[in-house]
């Protein structure tokens, strides 16, 4: 198994525009998350889905929307993007039995300029 | 929301020298799950403890829960550079959804 894939692995985007964050797994899992980590600030919550068709907001979901069309895939777009955007994102995904043990991707570094 | 307190915010210690670090709840503890962050890598799970008192060991790593403190603490003897990176504490806060700490930077000098 592959775990949690993210692409791309860095970008950098102008202010202002958009992108798309891809988060794949093979895992079968149903909960799949989305965090972003600024320096020295650990993991802030932007959205999160319970299973296919079901997404909610965490604690930081402004300027970012997420769709659940699979199991599979979990993506996060950037409408426009803002130099506060920049920072570390990591998806991950949990199976939903027994502990919370969250499964994490490599991260997509992104810089706004 | 639930807090996580992680202390000390960094250390430096020797090679071969113990260490511990801590992740203070501002809430009761459901369930508390360790993750070791490398520079520019995700996160790699080490432990969860679920129950008061328990207490649970891998290679060189130990980590306990103090219910009533709504701390834990993780201790690692005889130091490795192996060991070197952030150490992350994240809660289960009820929903399925983790909080995390802000986590505790360790360097490891030969």
């Known amino acids: 198994n592959a775990g949690v894939t993210q692409t791309p692995k860095f970008r950098i985007l102008k202010i202002g525009q958009s992108m798309t964050l891809q988060c794949t797994q093979d895992?079968?899992?149903?909960?799949m998350y989305w965090y972003r980590q600024d320096p020295g600030m650990g993991l802030k919550l932007i959205y999160y889905?319970?299973?296919?068709?079901?997404?909610d907001k965490g604690e930081v979901p402004n300027g970012y929307n997420v769709s659940r069309s699979t199991t599979e895939d979990f993506p996060l777009r950037l409408e426009l993007a803002a130099p506060s955007q920049t920072s570390v994102y990591f998806c991950?995904?949990?199976?939903?039995?027994?502990?919370?043990?969250?499964?994490f991707g490599p991260g997509t570094r992104l810089t706004v300029t | 929301s639930q807090e996580l307190e992680q202390s000390p915010q960094s250390l430096i210690v020797q090679e071969g020298k113990n260490l511990t670090i801590n992740c203070t709840s501002s809430?009761?503890?459901?369930?508390l799950y360790w993750y070791k962050q490398k520079y520019g890598e995700g996160l790699i799970f080490l432990m969860m403890?679920?129950?008061?008192?328990e207490e649970k060991s891998h290679e060189k790593i130990t980590a306990k829960l103090d219910e009533k403190k709504q701390q834990s603490s993780l201790h690692i003897t005889a130091s490795q550079p192996s060991h070197a990176g952030i150490y992350l504490c994240?809660?289960?806060?009820?929903?399925?959804?983790?909080?995390f700490g802000k986590g505790n930077q360790v360097v490891v000098i030969p």
């Open positions: 991950a995904s949990y199976g939903g039995t027994g502990g919370l043990e969250q499964y």
């Open positions: 895992m079968n899992h149903n909960y």
């Open positions: 889905s319970v299973g296919a068709g079901i997404t």
């Open positions: 809430k009761t503890l459901y369930g």
């Open positions: 403890l679920q129950k008061g008192g």
């Open positions: 994240g809660a289960d806060d009820g929903n399925n959804r983790l909080a």
